[in-house]
Antibody, heavy 119, light 108 residues
Framework: QVQLVESGGGVVQPGKSLRLSCATS????????MHWVRQAPGKGLEWVAFILYDGTKEYYADSVKGRFTISRDTSKNTLYLQMSSLRAEDTAVYYCARELLGPSRMDVWGQGTTVTVSS | SELTQDPAVSVALGQTVRITCQGDSLRNYYASWYQQKPGQAPLLVID???NRPSGIPDRFSGSSSGNTASLTITGAQAEDEADYYCNSRDSSGNRLVFLFGPGTRVTV
């Protein structure tokens, strides 16, 4: 079955970097755009980044632009989020989600990985 | 651009509740709706063409008009108690963003 499994979360100091991974299975990874969405403690969902199915285009929320980089490795069926210059406000559960078109929606989500930015 | 939702609604067991989402992006793009229960990942319940993923009960339906999208639960059940988020894309020129509403907490 279609599955997304995030990993790489943890506790990190402000200003440091962290890389999240999202291992996918059960579908042809190279056919789908992919998202990262986060949720701060007790808050709502916030879209973070999106990458096209072929990796040719990336889009970011203003809150992370210039600090975060989304990427994908088709040979490993894995999505990544490289996070740098981390701030306390980046503390959240980070979810990866698959994009389905016609119309656009996020039809499959991972279980999330928790990132805590604290000194 | 942003999406707005009522913070909370309550519905009696077996009754009908409508959750609305407003935003300029909805004039050009469809909204999708996600259910989230405590400690769980979001779950797609309705897409912009009122299609339900496999396993989502048919008591969930969606509609839209102008800048407003709606999610209706007809005959709400106890297990429908959750937070519900609307989502749409928005674009201008080369810029593409995806928006989430602030969420509506549904109490049954």
């Amino acid at each position: 079955q279609v599955q997304l499994v995030e990993s790489g979360g943890g506790v990190v100091q402000p200003g440091k970097s962290l890389r999240l991974s999202c291992a996918t299975s059960g579908f042809i990874f190279s056919h789908f755009g992919m998202h990262w969405v986060r949720q701060a403690p007790g808050k709502g969902l916030e879209w973070v980044a999106f990458i096209l199915y072929d990796g040719t285009k990336e889009y970011y929320a203003d809150s992370v632009k210039g600090r975060f980089t989304i990427s994908r490795d088709t040979s490993k069926n894995t999505l990544y989020l490289q996070m740098s210059s981390l701030r306390a406000e980046d503390t959240a559960v980070y979810y990866c989600a698959r994009e389905l078109l016609g119309p656009s929606r996020m039809d499959v989500w991972g279980q999330g990985t928790t990132v805590t930015v604290s000194s | 651009s942003e999406l707005t939702q009522d913070p909370a609604v309550s519905v009696a067991l077996g009754q009908t509740v409508r959750i609305t989402c407003q935003g300029d992006s909805l004039r050009n793009y469809y909204a999708s709706w996600y259910q989230q229960k405590p400690g769980q990942a979001p779950l797609l319940v309705i897409d912009g063409k009122n299609n339900r993923p496999s396993g989502i009960p048919d008591r969930f339906s969606g509609s839209s008009s102008g800048n407003t999208a709606s999610l209706t639960i007809t005959g709400a059940q106890a297990e429908d108690e959750a937070d519900y988020y609307c989502n749409s894309r928005d674009s201008s020129g080369n810029r593409l963003v995806f928006l989430f509403g602030p969420g509506t907490r549904v109490t049954v």
